[in-house]
């Protein structure tokens, strides 16, 4: 258990924060100390409950107007919210300036603004050699704060400064944490494992090590490290969010399902949590839930968030569709378009969508008119025939093949000939596929490889075309030795 946790589970804390609750429900203030009301408010701020945190502060306050720690907490509080005036001008009031509290904050106001050499330097000025343990610590708080500012070069270089002087699970903790922002995943593993060694009970550590390795698609091992994490702390909310996250990358979207349904419990407000459940419950044939959560992810989400907003729009026109309610899934997509979405993606989308729903008779026709529009290009109508033959209406497929591989330069620049010998095999024109797939590996050889390296293995896409005919060979022999 990390020591945060075991703070909070602390007998003596557990008795202060009873006492200041029954004092809100009774209405009789009662006099508390200023550190103890700060770690209260600190306990509310890392479960979420930030009106209560605030509260708790702003009755701090009233008792202790000049405690340091709990300014510097309000202003926290005022530079979570924006307000960088507010925030500047508690620190101002404060008379302490070489308070280490203080001094830290002053770093985070220059953080906040963009102002990172300036902070790296301040620091230095304040903090300029490491001989106690207590330098030790300051320095880790140092390394946290870059790291929350998404500096991880700078934290990396503050590391350096307690390399060899801490052994401790925070140094290998908040190194690990730097590699990760620095997509250094490998060694995020190698370092967080170090940090497990010396404390396994540490669940941010099981957290971040989940992280690094669902960035690495390891999602089996990012599910191990997960319920490591949750048999410490059954609700923490970043083993779980990876836990789900990798279920659904896994295809298993009832497990991923069965998880945010705890999360949401938690977390309720979670604007991409809820996307993804409503994308698990679209998948599971479930649309009207889908719904249900996709709207609430539509309220919650934030208004710059376009990337969601627009995943939201495009999964409320699936659920729809699922729904057969066609008019609305289209009224989604042309909010979705609105808001910057690519007009044809969005459009392919629909029209995958109905052929997976074998809703042909609205289907085909749209493929058709996309196909003949002349507003779309040559690439989109590409974009289209795989979509066509991915659903298995290979002969329609065919078809438009037929036209676009007449476009000779468009059909090398955007791998068409390698469509067309997939399409032509999968219809056992096998004269056409060899020759395609001979077109293919002259001119397109990153198409034929990515369409056909799993068939032909061990071979480079020069070879290909002499493998294919082998294969035909033994397939032509092998039918032949069969018996009626």
Same mark, same amino acid.
């Given at each position: 258990?990390?020591?945060?946790?075991?703070?909070?589970?602390?007998?003596?804390?557990?008795?202060?924060?009873?006492?200041?609750?029954?004092?809100?429900?009774? #209405?009789?203030?009662?006099?508390?100390?200023?550190?103890?009301?700060?770690?209260?408010?600190?306990?509310?701020?890392?479960?979420?409950?930030?009106?209560?945190?605030?509260?708790?502060?702003?009755?701090?306050?009233?008792?202790?107007?000049?405690?340091? @720690?709990?300014?510097? @907490?309000?202003?926290?509080?005022?530079?979570?919210?924006?307000?960088?005036?507010?925030?500047?001008?508690?620190?101002?009031?404060?008379?302490?300036?070489?308070?280490?509290?203080?001094?830290?904050?002053?770093?985070?106001?220059?953080?906040?603004?963009?102002?990172?050499?300036?902070?790296? !330097?301040?620091?230095?000025? !304040?903090?300029?050699?490491?001989?106690?343990?207590?330098?030790?610590?300051?320095?880790?708080?140092?390394?946290?704060?870059?790291?929350?500012?998404?500096?991880?070069?700078?934290?990396?270089?503050?590391?350096?400064?307690?390399? #060899?002087?801490?052994?401790?699970? $925070?140094?290998?903790?908040?190194?690990?944490?730097?590699?990760?922002?620095?997509?250094?995943?490998?060694?995020?593993? $190698?370092?967080?494992?170090?940090?497990?060694?010396?404390?396994?009970?540490?669940?941010?550590?099981?957290?971040?090590?989940?992280?690094?390795?669902?960035?690495?698609?390891?999602?089996?091992?990012?599910?191990?490290?997960?319920?490591?994490?949750?048999?410490?702390?059954?609700?923490?909310?970043?083993?779980?969010?990876?836990?789900?996250?990798?279920?659904?990358?896994?295809?298993?979207?009832?497990?991923?399902?069965?998880?945010?349904?705890?999360?949401?419990?938690?977390? =309720?407000?979670?604007?991409?949590?809820?996307?993804?459940?409503?994308?698990?419950?679209?998948?599971?044939?479930?649309?009207?839930?889908?719904?249900?959560?996709?709207?609430?992810?539509?309220?919650?989400?934030? =208004?710059?968030?376009?990337?969601?907003?627009?995943?939201?729009?495009?999964?409320?026109?699936?659920?729809?569709?699922?729904? %057969?309610?066609?008019?609305?899934?289209?009224?989604?997509?042309?909010?979705?378009?609105?808001?910057?979405?690519?007009?044809?993606?969005?459009?392919?989308?629909?029209?995958?969508?109905? @052929?997976?729903?074998? !809703? $042909?008779?609205?289907?085909? =026709?749209?493929?058709?008119?996309?196909?003949?529009?002349?507003?779309?290009?040559?690439?989109?109508?590409?974009?289209?025939?795989?979509?066509?033959?991915?659903?298995?209406?290979?002969?329609?497929?065919?078809?438009?093949?037929?036209?676009?591989?007449?476009?000779?330069?468009?059909?090398?620049?955007?791998?068409?000939?390698?469509?067309?010998?997939?399409?032509?095999?999968?219809?056992?024109?096998? %004269?056409?596929?060899?020759?395609?797939?001979?077109?293919?590996?002259?001119? $397109?050889?990153?198409?034929?490889?990515?369409?056909? #390296?799993?068939?032909?293995?061990?071979?480079?896409?020069?070879?290909?075309?002499?493998?294919?005919?082998?294969?035909?060979?033994?397939?032509?022999?092998?039918?032949?030795?069969? =018996?009626?």
């Amino acid at each position: 258990m990390d020591n945060e946790s075991a703070y909070y589970n602390d007998p003596e804390f557990k008795r202060a924060l009873r006492t200041y609750e029954r004092m809100l429900e009774s #209405g009789r203030q009662t006099y508390m100390d200023a550190d103890v009301l700060a770690d209260i408010a600190e306990f509310y701020l890392s479960r979420n409950k930030e009106v209560e945190a605030d509260r708790c502060v702003d009755f701090a306050l009233k008792l202790h107007p000049n405690d340091t @720690l709990l300014l510097i @907490l309000k202003a926290r509080r005022f530079l979570d919210k924006g307000d960088v005036q507010a925030a500047t001008a508690i620190e101002n009031s404060i008379n302490d300036k070489e308070d280490y509290e203080v001094q830290l904050f002053h770093a985070e106001l220059l953080l906040y603004n963009f102002e990172f050499e300036e902070a790296d !330097k301040y620091l230095e000025t !304040k903090f300029p050699r490491v001989e106690s343990q207590g330098d030790v610590e300051d320095v880790e708080d140092i390394v946290g704060l870059f790291l929350d500012y998404e500096q991880p070069q700078r934290a990396l270089n503050w590391l350096q400064r307690i390399e #060899g002087k801490s052994n401790g699970y $925070t140094f290998f903790f908040l190194k690990a944490l730097a590699y990760l922002h620095l997509e250094r995943y490998e060694e995020c593993i $190698t370092t967080v494992n170090q940090c497990l060694d010396v404390n396994p009970y540490y669940v941010r550590g099981w957290g971040v090590l989940a992280d690094a390795q669902y960035s690495l698609q390891k999602y089996e091992k990012a599910i191990e490290s997960c319920d490591y994490a949750l048999v410490i702390s059954p609700y923490d909310e970043i083993a779980l969010r990876f836990k789900a996250k990798s279920l659904y990358e896994l295809h298993d979207y009832a497990g991923a399902h069965a998880v945010y349904e705890v999360l949401l419990k938690e977390s =309720p407000n979670n604007a991409e949590d809820l996307l993804f459940d409503g994308i698990c419950l679209n998948f599971l044939d479930r649309p009207s839930e889908a719904l249900r959560q996709l709207k609430r992810a539509g309220s919650k989400c934030s =208004p710059d968030a376009t990337h969601t907003l627009l995943d939201i729009y495009e999964q409320l026109a699936c659920a729809y569709n699922i729904l %057969e309610d066609y008019k609305e899934a289209m009224i989604c997509r042309e909010q979705a378009v609105r808001l910057g979405a690519d007009k044809s993606t969005l459009l392919l989308q629909h029209i995958y969508e109905l @052929l997976q729903l074998r !809703k $042909t008779d609205e289907a085909i =026709p749209q493929c058709i008119s996309l196909f003949q529009n002349e507003e779309y290009s040559y690439s989109v109508r590409l974009q289209l025939v795989a979509v066509i033959s991915d659903c298995g209406y290979d002969e329609l497929a065919y078809k438009m093949l037929l036209v676009l591989c007449k476009h000779s330069q468009e059909a090398v620049d955007d791998g068409a000939y390698a469509y067309m010998a997939h399409v032509c095999r999968r219809l056992s024109k096998d %004269e056409e596929y060899l020759h395609y797939l001979g077109l293919a590996c002259e001119y $397109t050889p990153e198409k034929a490889w990515d369409i056909f #390296g799993r068939d032909f293995p061990g071979c480079q896409p020069e070879d290909f075309p002499k493998e294919a005919e082998r294969q035909l060979r033994e397939d032509k022999n092998r039918g032949m030795s069969d =018996p009626a």
